[in-house]
């Protein structure tokens, strides 16, 4: 991600300290007196870090200080006015304490300066003003560790659940906040979803997609963007309806143009019904009417308006009532969500009677995994309950399933996920996948019956 904390349409110059190489005998300060460094902010701020003994005398009195606090379900935006600032916080921007801790710091013309960290869990803003020299006025901290702690203590969630509730905080925040801390808060916003997304949650996935293409968050590459879909496309329908139209337009929202992959928005979109999206299901719909994404069906447009009339949408009910009245009728060999002909899975022979050479190839290919999962398959899931969490179970028949089921190696290794055979015989295996320091762990289950197939499921994250 290429950070830029300036505000798009606002010609304001956003320096890294790190670029500002200076000599500190510039800024000598003659005993007993603390001269101005310079009228120059970026020059005043890189002489202000180096010099903690002169810092005291660049801090106006009183200051204004503003945190967020904890109050029951929702955190409050407290200020106050202070005669001196504490100690801690000019600590703070000292170039060694930000070297040392993993801070970075940003300064923003006219008199901002920004320190955070890489997950979003540090965030303050120092607002300068300028008088006979620049002067310290005013102290934000938006950091939340200490409110999620008073949230949620130390209660056991899926991994990534806390970078997931921070990023939402955050986003939140905004609308207490003017600039340039709102645009400050989207940045930690995204940082925090993409710290959840890299611990394997879902929902932090889709969201730091979501709030990067918004523009109010730093633009990602569409490459990390199309990852972050596809992570989240594995349990959520709104990201996988999100995903079918980044296949198409590619986060370029303007002109009208025609789909860029039109198979893979397709396959999306499908997913995206399959996993009980009923807008999905009317947008399908409209694609196989229009032929918008390579496939002109009315007949399976049909199916597929009804299939939302059903799940309630009543703008699908009135198309489906109109393709009737031209005289399209339901064909029941054309059902809405049909597999594609270049879907049709192969007959695949057995790969290998061999567990080992058999899930070598299972793992890395979803063709193979649609072909030796047998159906109906059981998932038992892991849900938070009182006195203690317990297992789920149900039975997913195939179009239920989202494949891949076992993410491939470019994935595995872009989460931290390991994947390794825990126990054989000549008729059952158990693989897990789990990302190790975390509470994330699945379970998958085979038997042999003339080839190997995967019977179970068993998901005990929280």
């Known amino acids: 991600m290429k950070r830029n904390s300036c505000v798009a349409g606002l010609k304001l110059g956003c320096l890294a300290l790190s670029a500002l190489v200076m000599s500190s005998a510039a800024f000598a300060v003659e005993p007993g007196a603390a001269q101005c460094p310079s009228t120059q902010f970026a020059e005043f701020i890189t002489a202000f870090t180096m010099n903690a003994d002169t810092q005291p005398a660049f801090v106006a009195s009183p200051v204004m200080e503003s ?70 006025e005013r102290v934000e901290d938006w950091s939340l560790e200490k409110v999620l702690s008073a949230q949620q203590g130390e209660l056991r969630a899926a991994p990534g659940a806390r970078a997931l509730k921070r990023g939402a905080l955050y986003d939140a925040l905004t609308n207490e906040s003017g600039y340039p801390a709102d645009v400050q808060l989207y940045v930690s916003s995204l940082d925090s979803y993409l710290d959840g997304a890299a611990q394997g949650n879902d929902q932090a996935a889709y969201a730091a997609a979501s709030v990067s293409l918004s523009g109010q968050a730093p633009r990602l590459d569409n490459s990390k963007i199309l990852e972050l879909l596809s992570q989240g496309s594995r349990t959520l329908a709104q990201a996988s309806h999100a995903l079918a139209g980044f296949y198409c337009d590619e986060g370029e929202y303007g002109d009208p143009r025609p789909c860029a992959d039109p198979a893979k928005s397709l396959a999306a979109l499908k997913r995206s019904a399959a996993q009980g999206a009923p807008y999905a299901l009317s947008n399908l719909g409209s694609a196989f009417q229009r032929g918008t994404l390579g496939i002109q069906d009315s007949q399976r447009a049909l199916a597929c308006y009804l299939a939302a009339a059903n799940m309630g949408l009543e703008d699908s009910r009135t198309t489906a009532e109109q393709l009737s009245a031209q005289g399209i009728q339901v064909d029941p060999a054309k059902p809405c969500l049909m597999p594609e002909p270049a879907e049709h899975a192969q007959a695949l022979a057995c790969p290998s009677k061999d567990f080992e050479a058999f899930f070598a190839d299972y793992r890395e290919s979803p063709a193979i995994q649609q072909a030796f999962t047998r159906v109906p398959m059981k998932k038992l899931i892991t849900v938070d309950a009182e006195p203690e969490p317990k297992q789920v179970s149900t039975l997913l028949d195939r179009s239920e399933l989202v494949f891949p089921l076992i993410p491939e190696a470019k994935t595995r290794e872009t989460q931290g996920l390991t994947l390794q055979i825990t126990d054989k015989s000549d008729t059952s295996a158990t693989v897990k996948l789990q990302k190790p320091d975390t509470g994330y762990q699945v379970l998958y289950r085979f038997s042999f019956d003339g080839c190997w197939g995967l019977d179970e499921v068993q998901d005990f994250s929280i």
């Open 67 to 136: 945190s967020v606090v904890s109050t029951g379900s929702k955190p409050r935006v407290v200020q106050r006015q202070v005669p001196t600032l504490a100690p801690r916080s000019l600590a703070e921007l000292s170039a060694d304490y930000i070297a040392k801790s993993g801070l970075s710091l940003e300064v923003q013309l006219p008199n901002y300066v920004f320190v955070r960290d890489r997950k979003g869990e540090v965030l303050k803003v120092f607002t300068f003003k300028f008088g006979d020299c620049w002067k310290l």
